[in-house]
């Protein structure tokens, strides 16, 4: 296991994984939304976005997390990863937890990536473009339907799915990897 695509909803604790994963394995770390996210918000160019996937996925090791269906599912991560770990925690979990660091990083005005922050303006906002909490609750079954098929096509025979239900199934997850090389 050398190139792990992480994906799951927003607030399930796909980067915080991922960042475990790289490091456990010595590998770099790449976070999808510090890419597509350039300062004030504005995405990068579609076409931008695409080059600096490949040049990530064209790597001998890395962890990637991130959902862009575009790069991930679609494109050169999961053309070139050996493994997916799926994060499906139930939907009141995320929802506690989208809830909890959205109000944690507006009340400490935590840059994210490019200068951007999360507004409790937007904590209770209906837009799913403008508020994260609402974005994790519109996408849920979405990301399972996403998910729950790939794991079952022949177009990702390649892959070793690692699907991952709960914190405590991560955590002994994590306790069973070996380190660099983990095969």
Not at 18 to 40: F, G, K, Y
Not at 83 to 105: A, G, H
Request: hydrophobic share 35%.
């Amino acid at each position: 296991m050398r190139r792990v695509s992480v994906v799951g909803n927003s607030g399930s604790g796909k980067s915080t994984l991922a960042r475990r994963i790289a490091e456990r394995l010595d590998v770099t770390h790449h976070e999808l939304d510090a890419i597509q996210h350039l300062p004030d918000w504005e995405p990068v160019d579609p076409a931008d976005f695409l080059r600096r996937a490949r040049e990530i996925a064209d790597g001998e090791g890395w962890v990637v997390d991130g959902n862009y269906r575009e790069v991930v599912v679609e494109g050169p991560i999961w053309e070139r990863a050996d493994t997916v770990v799926w994060l499906d925690l139930p939907r009141p979990t995320i929802m506690r937890q989208v809830v909890w660091r959205t109000v944690r990083r507006g009340v400490r005005r935590q840059e994210l990536w490019n200068g951007n922050r999360e507004s409790l303006r937007n904590l209770l906002s209906w837009d799913p473009e403008r508020s994260i909490v609402r974005w994790a609750c519109t996408q849920h079954d979405k990301y399972r339907r996403r998910y729950g098929a790939a794991m079952a096509s022949p177009d990702h025979a390649h892959l070793r799915f690692v699907h991952l239900k709960s914190h405590d199934e991560a955590d002994r997850w994590m306790a069973s990897l070996d380190g660099p090389g983990v095969s």
